[in-house]
């Protein structure tokens, strides 16, 4: 199975600030990688797709980034509502399997 | 306006069973792959089954092969996950998700969650 592995497990921030979350793969995955966000008590939702583009209504504050086995999802000017878990997953073989998740706090 | 709506989760025993389900509507559910995906409390999210637009093909995470079943009804637009021989490590929210393809795979499309609780 592929590992997926992010960092940091959690950061604070404040809004305004740019934020960079990585995720790196066990193995090459192309750019067969999603970034998801949940926020408490909801189901994810699909932010970013194939590493680097933007799923319809998502804020172009949020971009992807990467190829190979390192990518990067960064959030350019924090805003409120961006305060959430963060995970990536990769679509590249079965089982599909995710980051740990990247917990956004504000400081 | 798409919606996915799980039901069936509950409390149950170490060993017993417990059927999902999940209901699809505002978009074309039967041309669609469907997973399942589950979240223990205060954990990650982990993939557990997928399931082809005309149920000719299933994947399972290696975890639950030969205890848990994914099956669809086309008819009915729903997915079901038929678990048997629960575990405590079982206990979670059992999300369903639209399975789309296009380029890479994704899922783009979530239900509420129903939550699964494996105790004695």
């Known amino acids: 199975d592929i590992q997926m592995t992010q960092s940091p497990s959690s950061l604070s921030a404040s809004v305004g600030d740019r934020v960079t979350i990585t995720c790196r793969a066990s193995?090459?995955?192309?750019?067969?990688i999603n970034w998801y966000q949940q926020t408490p008590g909801k189901a994810p939702k699909l932010l970013i797709h194939?590493?680097?583009n933007l799923q319809t209504g998502v804020p172009s504050r949020f971009s992807g980034s990467g190829s190979g086995t390192d990518f990067t999802l960064t959030i350019s000017s924090l805003q409120a509502e961006d305060f959430a878990s963060y995970y990536c997953q990769q679509s590249y073989n079965n089982p599909k399997t995710f980051g740990q998740g990247t917990r956004v706090e504000i400081k | 306006e798409v919606q996915l709506v799980e039901s069936g989760g509950g409390l149950v025993q170490p060993g017993g069973s417990l059927r999902l389900s999940c209901e699809a509507s505002g978009f074309t559910y039967s041309g669609s792959w469907m997973s399942w995906v589950r979240q223990a409390p205060g954990k990650g999210l982990e993939w557990v089954a997928n399931i082809k637009e005309d149920g000719s093909d299933k994947n399972y995470v290696d975890s639950v092969k030969g205890r848990f079943t994914i099956s669809r009804d086309n008819a009915k637009n729903s997915v079901y996950l038929q678990m048997n021989s629960l575990r405590a490590e079982d206990t979670a929210v059992y999300y369903c998700?639209?399975?789309?393809?296009?380029?890479?795979?994704?899922?783009?499309?979530w239900g509420q969650g129903t939550l699964v609780t494996v105790s004695s």
């Open positions: 194939a590493a680097s």
């Open positions: 998700a639209r399975d789309h393809w296009a380029n890479s795979q994704m899922f783009d499309y």
């Open positions: 193995q090459s995955i192309t750019t067969f």
